[in-house]
């Protein structure tokens, strides 16, 4: 198995470099077909790298649709190579997409096909309950007769597996019913081979025209991996009825077929065929014990992500169980969160009376005081209450109340660094910069000049304080009344430091009242100057010197 994955591997980077210079060939059709019916090993090549091409693509450029579908085919391919686990992975992906999309028909198609790939994929591995419990549900959201059809003969696979043949004969003989006067002959073939094979374990007579019919309607259509299953099976047949000249022809006629397409693994079963016609003793022992070592090897390999899945009623009591845990582990965070509150109160406090020795500083403290109270009681203290209110419900999950205590946190962030005093060891670099950064988002865009080559260190304390607070009153003023979506910040120092503020939005004509008053009165404090350039519709330009 391991030497078929490397040679795939190889296959896949030789073909990639193949394709760098050619067209690509934007078909879903095209590479899906190909998919279903490959006639040789390689021939999944060419689809796993055009899908794996459509799931590298930026979300712009692609749908979500497409990208389900995608993984469904890659998944397909995975599993036809022998790579359970990526499969299965990217078979849940495709599911978890689906969920978030609205439900259409081809949405339910593609997840019922999704389902019963999964059911393919633990059949392969021995879990029979769980493939059972997938294949139930692809039936489940199956409402196209091919489909049910194709999903029922699986069922009788798994059956088959479990050696509970009468079952897998009634699910077959339900699916054949289905068919009726339905022309599918593909399909037709495949349910009547494995019909033939069922009723040859219950009875080693039985079975034979069915598997025969079978070979006459995948001949009729040229399918050769079909062809080459019948070859198999009618092989197994003659030699359960002891003909084992009929049951060599049919192996050598697979091995013809399994050479001619180049398919190692199919190649293999021929050749395990022609091995068990030999009637060597020892070469038969060596084949009974290097499958069941290869069969223990694989089971212990595999990671299934699916049985992590959480689908069933112990799931959902584990997760009630998990939700008490989490909602002490928020009476932990809440209460964390109040420390936060003491500390940054602790802070602003601190700062407003370290400035009480002048007299108009001391007065803006009082005003300040005033209104950090209100907003403290007003959104913070609201809204600890609400989040409390909502800890006390069973309703709220932990995601719900991770959200407010977020929204709490970044309540008190915002007092604090609106209050936040600048020290003399701190660097005023990272200080300024970390400002304009938090007014940058997905609208707008902050874009600051020759920042970090000013030398900060000449500057006082006092002047740091009060040209941090004229920035900031700037960039809450651009958020609230701009509607900018560039901001860009120059700085130059010739003797004194020159700023140049400017953005790209609605502009106004200039009235110097509130925050613009307070920004050149902060300035004018420390021996500056500043000056405003506005029109409407032409932004606003704002040039600073300190």
């Known amino acids: ?53 459509i799931l590298n693509k930026p979300l712009n450029e692609t749908s ?3 990208i389900i579908y995608a993984l469904s085919y890659k998944s397909s391919i ?37 389902y019963n790939h999964l059911g393919i994929l633990y059949r392969k591995q021995n879990f029979f309950i769980k493939s059972h419990e997938l294949y139930n549900k692809a039936l489940s959201f199956s409402n196209n007769l091919k489909d049910s059809i194709t999903i029922l003969n699986n069922i009788a696979n798994v059956f088959k597996k479990e050696n509970k043949y009468t079952k897998a004969k009634e699910t077959l003989l339900k699916a054949y019913g289905k068919i009726g006067k339905n022309k599918y002959d593909k399909l037709l073939a495949r349910v009547l081979d494995n019909l033939g094979v069922v009723k040859s374990k219950i009875n080693k007579n039985d079975g034979e025209e069915e598997i025969l019919l079978a070979l006459k309607l995948r001949k009729k259509k040229g399918y050769l991996l079909g062809i080459q ?24 006629k697979s091995l013809k077929i399994a050479n001619e397409t180049r398919n190692t693994l199919n190649r293999q079963k021929s050749l395990g065929l022609l091995t068990e016609l030999s009637g060597n003793t020892y070469v038969m022992e060596y084949k009974k014990i290097n499958d069941s070592i290869v069969k223990a090897r694989q089971k212990n390999s595999n990671k299934f992500a699916l049985l992590k899945y959480n689908t069933t009623k112990e799931k959902e009591k584990a997760k ?45 403290v009082i005003e300040t005081e005033g209104k950090i109270s209100k907003t403290i009681h007003d959104v913070i203290a609201n809204d600890i209450y609400h989040v409390m209110a909502k800890f006390q419900s069973e309703s709220s999950t932990r995601e719900e109340l991770l959200d407010d205590l977020e929204k709490v946190y970044d309540s008190a962030r915002d007092i604090s660094r609106d209050n936040y005093i600048i020290e003399e060891h701190m660097n005023f670099e990272e200080i300024i910069y970390d400002l304009f950064m938090s007014y940058k988002n997905e609208k707008v865009g902050i874009v600051t000049k020759n920042l970090q080559k000013i030398n900060w260190t000449k500057f006082s304390v006092q002047k740091k304080n009060m040209l941090y607070r004229v920035l900031k009153e700037l960039m809450t003023n651009m958020r ?67």
Not at 30 to 53: A, G, H, I, W
Not at 95 to 100: A, G, R, T, Y
Not at 229 to 249: G, I, Q
Not at 322 to 350: D, H, M, P
């Open 229 to 252: 299953t019948s070859y198999n099976n009618l092989s197994e047949f003659y030699r359960r009825n002891l003909n084992l000249k009929k049951a060599k022809e049919y192996a050598l």
């Open 480 to 546: 609230k009344y701009s509607e900018a979506t560039l901001v860009t910040i120059g700085f130059e120092q010739k003797g004194k430091i020159h700023i140049k503020y400017k953005d790209n939005g609605v502009g106004a004509v200039v009235s110097k009242k509130n925050g613009l008053l307070n920004a050149e009165n902060r300035i004018k404090s420390v021996g500056g100057s500043i000056i405003f350039n506005s029109e409407p519709g032409n932004g606003f330009i704002i040039k600073i010197m300190v």
């Open 64 to 66: 979500k649709i497409n």
């Open 78 to 114: 995975e599993l036809k190579q022998g790579f359970n686990y990526e499969s299965e992975t990217n078979a849940i992906k495709g599911l978890d997409l689906i969920k978030k999309e609205k439900q259409t028909n081809y949405l339910r198609k593609i997840k019922t096909g999704l």
């Open 320 to 364: 009630e169980s998990e939700l008490k845990r989490e909602k002490a582990e928020n009476s932990r965070i809440l209460f964390q969160l109040l420390g936060l509150f003491v500390v940054v109160l602790s802070i602003i406090t601190y700062f407003f009376y370290r400035e009480k020795h002048k007299k108009k500083i001391v007065e803006r």
């Open 1 to 53: 198995m391991k030497s078929i994955k490397k040679s795939f591997l190889f296959f896949i980077l030789f073909i990639s470099f193949q394709l760098l210079g050619q067209k690509q060939i934007d078909s879903l059709t095209f590479y899906s077909e190909m998919v279903k019916n490959p006639s040789k090993e390689f021939d999944l090549v060419k689809p796993y790298l055009f899908f794996n091409k």
